[in-house]
């Protein structure tokens, strides 16, 4: 196997960032690049904290996770706030003010793919989600992820910068539940700030962030 140059390829299991030159520019994308994300969000979450909670098991994770992706954030596509880059191995769903998940599928997908032992655990989290969500108009990422093998390369950053610019202008709050605490000071980075904590049960902890406009 060829071997790669630090500057190019980070190993992801370092635990600090080896930074290179980003890839290209964040592209809007539509529903028929819907596969293409969901399979890059697949391979970027396989070690969120949060969601290997909800499917332990490889298997179950494969088949559980994708299906969340899509009602969580597939109504992205149709509000054209999609996002791939660097030809799909980063992408960022976000939903608009007025846009919401299909929470009844949200539930569905819970009773038919996660553990029953963990499903109580998760309804409560979930509850908790809701309380933290803001009432006012807002933008919601439910998703960011790059491919493991392109993570610190500047990827994620310049992906959310469409969007945040746009809260900006727009004077609009962003806000995110960041499932791992590896990426609160990536948020951080970029004007998000803390505003609790939610956990349940066995469930790993969840930050819900808030970004005021900039
Ligand atoms: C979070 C994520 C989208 C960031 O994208 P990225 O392209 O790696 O981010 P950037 O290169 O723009 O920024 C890197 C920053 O993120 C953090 N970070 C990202 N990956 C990291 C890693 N493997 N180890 C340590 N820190 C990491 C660091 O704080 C880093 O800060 P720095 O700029 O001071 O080096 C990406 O790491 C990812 O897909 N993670 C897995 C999925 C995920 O956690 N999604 C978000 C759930 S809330």
Do not use: K
């Amino acid at each position: 196997m060829a071997s790669g140059s630090a500057a190019t390829i980070s190993n992801p299991g370092d635990v600090s960032c080896i930074r290179s030159n980003p890839i290209g520019r964040p592209v809007r994308i539509h529903a028929d690049r819907e596969a293409n994300v969901v399979a890059t969000l697949t391979l970027a979450f396989s070690s969120d904290p949060a969601n290997r909670w909800c499917w332990p098991g490889t298997a179950d994770y494969l088949a559980g996770f994708p299906q969340f992706v899509r009602a969580l954030g597939g109504n992205a596509f149709a509000a054209e706030c999609a996002f791939e880059i660097a030809g799909g191995s980063g992408a960022a769903l976000w939903l608009p003010p007025g846009v919401e998940p299909d929470e009844a599928e949200l539930i569905a997908i819970v009773q038919r793919t996660v553990h029953a032992s963990r499903q109580n655990d998760l309804y409560e989290v979930m509850q908790q989600m809701a309380r933290f969500h803001p009432q006012t108009p807002h933008w919601y990422l439910p998703f960011i992820g790059v491919e493991p093998l392109q993570q610190c390369r500047g990827l994620g950053t310049l992906l959310l910068r469409p969007i945040l610019d746009r809260c900006d202008d727009e004077r609009l709050p962003a806000y995110l539940e960041s499932t791992n605490p590896r990426n609160v000071p990536f948020y951080e980075s970029l004007g998000f700030r803390g505003v609790g904590m939610i956990q349940a049960g066995t469930s790993p902890r969840i930050v819900p962030m808030l970004r005021e406009p900039q």
